[in-house]
């Protein structure tokens, strides 16, 4: 009986899992995409940015760049606050308060392209 039981929660636990699975993917599909040029083209140094944000900030401040733990940078936000991105780019590197500074981590190739992609996509 209590065999028996346990069998038919085996479909059940294998639609959570599968579900679980299906959310993770979305996980990236809400993160903006590179918008595609006139000529057809994606600048391919905010596609890589794009990709850095997903692996080390949309935890903290939003797919979309909304904000949530870390701020929000959406919406032309950042070029407001920065008109010069180099110091966009030194809050990246040197974090500031809560925000953890990325220059063990990131390269500055890498740096420059998430910043980009905060100040030209999100
Ligand atoms: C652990 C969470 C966390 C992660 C990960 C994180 N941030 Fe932040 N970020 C914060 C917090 C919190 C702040 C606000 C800091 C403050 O001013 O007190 C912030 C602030 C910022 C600011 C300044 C915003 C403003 O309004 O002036 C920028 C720019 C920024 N983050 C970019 C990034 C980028 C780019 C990444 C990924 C490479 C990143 N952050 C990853 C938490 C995070």
């Not at 590197?93 to 740096?111: K, N, S, T, Y």
């Amino acid at each position: 009986m209590l065999r028996c039981r346990r069998l038919t929660r085996l479909p059940l636990l294998m639609i959570v899992i599968a579900s679980i699975g299906v959310a993770g993917a979305c996980a990236a599909d809400d993160v903006p995409e590179v918008p595609v040029a006139a000529d057809g083209s994606v600048d391919p140094e905010l596609v890589d940015g794009r990709r850095v944000y997903i692996d080390r900030c949309a935890n903290c401040h939003g797919n979309a760049g909304g904000g949530g733990r870390g701020t929000k940078l959406s919406e032309g936000l950042m070029i407001q606050r920065y008109p010069d991105i180099d110091a966009q780019i030194r809050i990246v590197v040197e974090g500031v308060r809560a925000m953890p500074g990325f220059d063990e981590v990131l390269d500055a190739g890498q740096v420059r392209s998430v910043v980009r992609y905060t100040r030209e996509v999100l």
